[in-house]
């Protein structure tokens, strides 16, 4: 039943690894997001995609790639990991169209620590 | 100037206190607002949209300035279980939403 999940849900792993993280919903949204939390708490938009296009990209470097298979699957990729990619990140989804509010419903997490 | 600003926290106030808080927001082209919650170690979840008319919601109350380009959310007779991170949310533009950065509030018995 669980709506929008993630895996792993938490991820240790040395400076210079490289990992990913995957990211599935299972409510027919069109546009999955990722979302960097760091240890501030401030929750940041990274990456959205519409029907597996990619229609927001922040400021993000290029060490991180999302790859979305399919509209149901958002996956992000991050090479060479660095001690400040520590952080929480989350996948979300949403209805882009034929909902008034685009409520986006969030996955549980996923707990990067770099060492 | 941040895009999203919200009331420094934390918040601490006993059982059944009404509590505010305050957002401010940038761009004065935002379409839609929201507030969400996040809890301790969970993901955020919403809460309530905020109607231009103002809205209610049970205890909850949200309000919209445009003008002012601000958003207040009023809890009344706060429980326990309304301890967490309150998130306003901004809709910028084409699926653009921008989190602030959260109160966190901590009801007390």
């Known amino acids: 039943d669980t709506a929008v999940s993630q895996t792993p849900k938490y991820l240790v792993t040395q400076m210079g690894n490289d990992k990913s993280i995957k990211c599935e919903q299972n409510?027919?949204?069109?546009?999955m997001y990722w979302y960097k939390q760091d240890s501030k708490k401030f929750l940041k938009i990274m990456f959205s995609?519409?029907?597996?296009?990619?229609?927001i990209n922040e400021t993000v470097p290029n060490r991180f790639s999302p790859k979305s298979p399919d509209k149901a699957h958002l996956n992000l990729h991050i090479n060479s990991l660095e001690l400040g990619d520590s952080a929480v990140y989350f996948c979300?989804?949403?209805?882009?169209?034929?909902?008034?509010?685009?409520?986006?419903?969030f996955g549980p997490g996923t707990r990067l620590t770099v060492l | 100037r941040k895009e999203v600003e919200q009331d420094p926290g934390p918040f601490n106030v006993p059982e059944g206190a009404t509590v505010a808080f305050n957002c401010t927001y940038s761009?004065?082209?935002?379409?839609?607002f929201f507030w969400y919650r996040q809890d301790c170690r969970k993901e955020p979840k919403l809460l309530m949209s905020?109607?231009?008319s103002g809205n209610e919601d049970g205890r909850f109350t949200a309000q919209l300035n445009r003008a002012s380009q601000y958003i207040s959310l009023l809890i009344r007779d706060s429980k326990l279980s309304d301890s967490a991170t309150y998130l306003c949310?901004?809709?910028?533009?084409?699926?653009?939403?921008?989190f602030g950065p959260g109160t966190s509030l901590s009801v007390i018995p």
């Open positions: 905020v109607y231009s």
């Open positions: 979300a989804s949403s209805l882009l169209r034929g909902s008034s509010y685009n409520e986006q419903f």
């Open positions: 761009n004065s082209a935002s379409q839609s």
């Open positions: 409510l027919g949204h069109d546009t």
């Open positions: 995609y519409n029907n597996k296009e990619l229609i």
């Open positions: 949310v901004v809709k910028t533009s084409y699926d653009k939403v921008i």
